[in-house]
Nanobody, 128 residues
Framework: QLVESGGGWVQAGGSLRLSCAGS????????MGWFRQRPGKEREFVSA?????????YYVDSVKGRFTISRDNAKNTVYLQMDSLKPEDSAVYYC??????????????????????WGQGTQVTVSS
């Protein structure tokens, strides 16, 4: 089970930190990802972090340099620090857990269908 928190309303240029808490002793064995979904749009990849030590992370180009993903396995939690927020970042943000696959570039993590578990989502609204 995954539970997101930390969403809310913020002005453009502001920051939010999203958290995704997992349950169970196998949290560290999952790759973790953040996606977002705007009304009428498909779920869009935002960021992902590799299983265990989180040594590898991935970002969609539009958030590089502004968002940072991290994980704390002792707390069964993955974070998404979002800085310099823009109105176009407004969406419902979801975290997902994926069983690691063999991949030289982690491309499967950009596909929501590769994820095995999802949270319920948290709304982020950025006003201009």
């Amino acid at each position: 089970q995954l539970v997101e928190s930390g969403g809310g309303w913020v002005q453009a240029g502001g920051s939010l930190r999203l958290s995704c808490a997992g349950s169970g002793r196998t949290f560290r064995s999952y790759d973790m990802g953040w996606f977002r979904q705007r009304p009428g749009k498909e779920r869009e990849f935002v960021s992902a972090i590799s299983w265990n030590d989180g040594s590898t992370s991935y970002y969609v180009d539009s958030v590089k340099g502004r968002f940072t993903i991290s994980r704390d396995n002792a707390k069964n939690t993955v974070y998404l620090q979002m800085d310099s927020l823009k109105p176009e970042d407004s969406a419902v943000y979801y975290c997902g857990a994926a069983i690691p696959r063999t991949s030289y570039d982690g491309s499967y993590l950009r596909n929501p269908h590769e994820y095995d578990h999802w949270g319920q989502g948290t709304q982020v609204t950025v006003s201009s």
